[in-house]
């Protein structure tokens, strides 16, 4: 397979942010793109998100009750990732009618320990053809050689049978060694051995902590069946 080289920028250690991935776009409609020539296989269709059962609740196909649920789902997520975006770098941002779900993230205590050294970040292996989006990458304010992978998953408000606030965690390691498997590609001078799921809801925020190699092999033993396919 032929694919696009890339040379990464230097990592300055003095620096906090990430340099972006040199000629990386990425697309809503027609994905990802290096050096204005598209990329073929986007990260989670890798890992098997269900983009055709999405699609087909997006259109109405199971009801209109349930579409309109999935599209409110869909925009409290899409409000709730740019406000957290917004809040990594320092910016205010309108959390619109989720501010309940925004201050619970904003106001968890993940904030005292880490800090982002990167968001919404595109990554791309170049061997494959594959790219992904990392809602954050994470260093220890302590620790700066600590490096973490994060997701960020919003959710609706649930209780249990005392009326307390709940979150129910879903499986993501596939998503996450994605994630980690691209920045070894992208920064393998950075060590990744943290990673998990931040979740939020109106009512309250979660933290799902994840073994790096488990999701790591998790993604490359989805990797291999989706090229088998």
């Not at 991935?21 to 073929?40: A, C, H, M, T, W």
């Not at 269900?50 to 579409?67: A, H, I, L, Q």
């Not at 993501?172 to 498997?181: F, S, T």
Request: aromatic content about 14%; some cysteine; glycine content about 6%.
């Amino acid at each position: 397979m032929n694919y696009q080289k890339i040379k990464m920028p230097r990592l300055k250690k003095s620096q906090r942010w990430l340099p972006l991935v040199p000629g990386l776009d990425f697309d809503y409609e027609q994905g990802y793109f290096i050096n204005e020539k598209p990329i073929s296989y986007r990260m989670t269709e890798v890992v098997g998100k269900n983009t055709d059962y999405f699609n087909r609740v997006r259109n109405g196909d199971f009801g209109e009750d349930k579409k309109i649920d999935l599209l409110i789902s869909i925009d409290q997520g899409n409000v709730t990732h740019a406000c957290l975006d917004a809040f990594h770098r320092g910016r205010s941002c309108d959390p619109e009618c989720y501010g309940d779900t925004v201050k619970q993230l904003l106001n968890f205590w993940i904030w005292d320990e880490w800090e982002a050294i990167a968001s919404e970040y595109r990554m791309y292996d170049p061997r494959r053809n594959i790219a992904g989006t990392c809602d954050m990458i994470l260093r220890h304010k302590e620790d700066h050689s600590r490096i973490a992978i994060a997701d960020l998953k919003t959710k609706k408000d649930k209780r249990d049978y005392e009326g307390k606030p709940i979150i129910q965690f879903g499986n993501h390691k596939p998503q996450i060694g994605g994630y980690i498997n691209l920045l070894n590609l992208t920064w393998p001078q950075l060590k990744t051995e943290d990673c998990f799921v931040i979740y939020a809801s109106p009512s309250m925020a979660d933290i799902q902590v994840y073994d790096w190699l488990d999701c790591l092999q998790t993604y490359e033993a989805y990797r291999s069946s989706f090229f088998r396919e």
